[in-house]
């Protein structure tokens, strides 16, 4: 048995508690899909992502859930079982979620390149231990010279 972390829109104490009892009860996983901050809904607004409902959950259960998402290679190695294997030097991993999209590249050990149209700002990018190989403002630069 799994459990599978909630999806946005209607998240309240009463999944919550079905959640916790589903999981504990069942002695179920703890599975997620991401670990998300933030999702961007505008250029000028975020709302609270993945990570913040799994927050609620991880605390009552006393344990993190099992990320099968970005970024972790899981998805990657799944691709590469289904499909053959991709070759690493000719493949790039575009996001606009750094610390998800762009680490998910990181981890599977392809090129990366982070476009500034979602949760990674230009001024956060100059922070971080590892740079992306590319930055763009948008998946429209990718057809200019």
Not at 24 to 41: M, P, R
Not at 99 to 117: H, Q
Not at 125 to 137: A, G, Y
Request: proline share 4%.
């Amino acid at each position: 048995s799994s459990g599978i972390n909630a999806e946005y829109g209607y998240f309240n104490h009463t999944k919550l508690t079905q959640a916790y009892l589903y999981i504990s009860e069942n002695n179920a996983e703890f599975i997620a899909s991401d670990t998300d901050n933030f999702f961007s809904v505008s250029p000028t607004r975020k709302i609270p992502g993945s990570l913040s409902l799994q927050a609620g959950l991880a605390a009552v259960l006393n344990r993190n859930p099992t990320v099968m998402g970005k970024p972790d290679p899981f998805l990657f190695e799944l691709i590469q079982k289904e499909h053959g294997t991709i070759d690493v030097a000719k493949t790039i991993m575009i996001g606009d979620n750094y610390f998800t999209d762009i680490e998910f590249g990181f981890n599977c050990g392809l090129s990366t390149g982070l476009v500034l149209t979602g949760n990674t700002k230009l001024k956060e990018v100059s922070n971080f231990d590892r740079q992306p190989d590319f930055v763009l403002e948008g998946l429209a630069c990718l057809g200019k010279e």
